[in-house]
């Protein structure tokens, strides 16, 4: 069964344009699938798979024949697995620029579209990242009368509607949005996928792709980053606890980010004398994910990570925006600050619609039109002089414009 992805708008809107469209992303998290959902919308098309040796293998070593046999004769070509093919980017320019045929490719990781591909086709392709489900997916495949009422909701939202919308969100932020993830029967099964997916993350590409020889090091990485989502990442402290040096770890964590597994964001600042300028935070693109990494999969409520895991869950709603955070050396902080002129604030339960001292620093300094305080119980506005701040649940991070 197909379930609609929200990238599908974006991507339709290119489907008369000439140039290429790479739909980029972890493993299973339904590329394929989309893959083959536009397959089905177009004319004379071809489905080709470079898991398929022979054909990766003419591809890289004959493409003029290549193109005869799999390009000349249709006119939509689509390309699974792009990521195993040497030297993608200039056997696809070579195909672009000698044939008017629309191209679709994808991949399991953005390295090698990265490194070897960009060069050669600039201004001849759109990139789209395609990741496991938002909540907003998530929930309209679970339920999608309620995702109906979610996807109109405000701050105006009733209680009655907002619990039944948090009891789904508890299981979101628990297992993570993988699609076979998400239909699996039980709580057993969702474990035994993500420790699979993990596996595959771990030890193929991760691994294989990137050429990360050490695999322990390379896990207590991942053990040390998902034990610190949110804050500040110290280099020095995870060279010596991982026994590489600054220079390899930067490399790794770079590696896991083009692989889709985790995200640094950057701080934001305009006074290098007052503010922090250097290091980012941390960020898992996917919960589930995370959580097998430390083997705790206890309700939201019952957890001493709470905090972090909404501040994680609020980082995946905003994704595919330009996020950081702010921090100021005299401690002044504000959890995110998105596309450089919008402040979010995530809390728990609050008595009343209140800011942190924090938080009315960055309103006095940088006076933005809006900022929103994300949290369990208070749901509304208030203006703070010319600022009006939104009170939202934690599921409405989505509809932040």
């Known amino acids: 069964m197909y379930y609609k992805r929200d990238l599908e708008e974006k991507i339709e809107q290119y489907l ?32 080709l798979t470079f898991e398929d040796i022979e054909l990766k293998i003419l591809f890289e070593e004959d493409i003029k024949s290549f193109i005869a046999l799999h390009i000349e004769p249709y006119e939509h070509i689509f390309i699974d697995e792009f990521q195993y093919a040497k030297m993608g980017g200039k056997q696809l320019k070579y195909i672009y620029d000698t044939t008017d045929k629309k191209i679709f490719i994808s991949g399991s990781s953005a390295m090698e579209l990265s490194i070897n591909a960009v060069k050669y086709l600039v201004g001849r392709i759109f990139v789209f990242n395609l990741y496991s489900f938002s909540f907003g997916e998530f929930l309209r495949v679970k339920d999608g009368t309620l995702y109906k009422l979610y996807a109109k909701a405000n701050e105006n939202i009733s209680a009655p509607i907002t619990k039944k919308i948090y009891s789904y969100l508890d299981e979101y932020i628990t297992y993570g949005g993988y699609p076979r993830v998400i239909l699996s029967k039980n709580s057993e099964e969702k474990k035994e996928v993500l420790k699979n997916l993990l596996s595959i993350y771990l030890l193929r590409d991760i691994k294989e792709i990137a050429k990360i020889a050490d695999e322990t090091k390379m896990y207590k990485l991942v053990k040390a980053l998902s034990l610190q989502i949110g804050n500040v990442v110290v280099y020095s402290e995870l060279s010596k606890l991982i026994g590489v040096n600054s220079v390899q ?7 896991f980010e083009k692989a889709f597994l985790t995200k640094t964001i950057s701080p934001f600042f305009t006074n290098k004398q007052l503010e922090i300028v250097k290091n980012p935070e941390i960020f898992f693109f996917d919960m589930g994910l995370r959580n097998v990494i430390i083997k705790n999969f206890s309700a939201l409520e019952d957890r001493v990570d709470k905090g972090a895991m909404l501040e994680n869950f609020v980082f995946r709603a905003l994704v595919e925006r330009d996020i950081k955070y702010y921090r100021t050396k005299n401690g002044a902080e504000v959890d995110f600050i998105i596309d450089d002129s ?28 809006v900022g929103y305080v994300l949290n369990f119980n208070q749901m509304g506005k208030k203006d703070f002089g010319d600022i009006e701040m939104r009170f939202l649940p934690h599921f409405l991070a989505e509809h932040i414009i």
């Open 16 to 47: 008369e344009s000439s140039e290429i469209i790479a739909i980029f992303g972890p493993r299973q998290v339904g590329k394929t699938t989309l893959l083959k959902e536009f397959y089905k919308r177009v004319s004379n098309p071809i489905f």
């Open 249 to 255: 770890l930067k490399e790794y964590l770079s590696v």
């Open 342 to 369: 919008i402040p979010i604030e995530i809390k728990s339960n609050l008595s009343s619609m209140k800011i942190s001292k924090s938080y009315y620093y960055f309103l006095e300094n940088y006076k933005p039109k």
